[in-house]
């Protein structure tokens, strides 16, 4: 699970504990990057 949050023009992610995990120019971007992010955490 992870939650997106709109600030300033860009789109940051954080964890289910509310942990950022990195920021991305629109939710689509978001998106693929947390299937890249899933990808490659163990």
């Not at 600030?7 to 998106?31: I, K």
Request: glycine residues 4%.
């Amino acid at each position: 699970m992870y939650s997106l949050k709109k600030v300033r023009g860009h789109v940051l992610v954080y964890d289910r504990n509310g942990n950022f995990l990195f920021s991305a120019d629109n939710e689509r971007e978001a998106w693929e990057e947390i299937e890249t992010y899933e990808e490659h955490t163990p």
